[in-house]
Nanobody, 116 residues
Framework: QVQLVESGGGLVQPGGSLRLSCAAS????????MRWYRQAPGKERELVAA????????NYADSVKGRFTISRDNAKNTVYLQMNSLKPEDTAVYFC?????????WGQGTQVTVSS
């Protein structure tokens, strides 16, 4: 079965950096685009970044462009989200996502808190 396990969240000061990881299993990782979403308290889940199956195409939400970088290692079945210049408004639970055979799969999420 599809499993997505996020890690790397934590508490960081404004201006700091974190790298999130999402380890995938149960499907042929290299064949699927991957996405990172986030959900802040009281808000809807929003798409943060997406990467194509081969890694050649990447897209970002306007709010994170120039600060976040999505990448993947198909040999390790892992997708990453490098987050720099973090702001308090980046505080959220971050989720990894894959759409496979018209079904959405999600990890359990990892909490990112940006606060001084």
């Amino acid at each position: 079965q599809v499993q997505l396990v996020e890690s790397g969240g934590g508490l960081v000061q404004p201006g700091g950096s974190l790298r999130l990881s999402c380890a995938a299993s149960g499907f042929t990782f290299s064949m699927y685009a991957m996405r990172w979403y986030r959900q802040a308290p009281g808000k809807e889940r929003e798409l943060v970044a997406a990467i194509s199956s081969g890694g050649g195409s990447r897209n970002y939400a306007d709010s994170v462009k120039g600060r976040f970088t999505i990448s993947r290692d198909n040999a390790k079945n892992t997708v990453y989200l490098q987050m720099n210049s973090l702001k308090p408004e980046d505080t959220a639970v971050y989720f990894c996502n894959v759409v496979r055979r018209s079904s959405d799969y999600w990890g359990q999420g990892t909490q990112v808190t940006v606060s001084s």
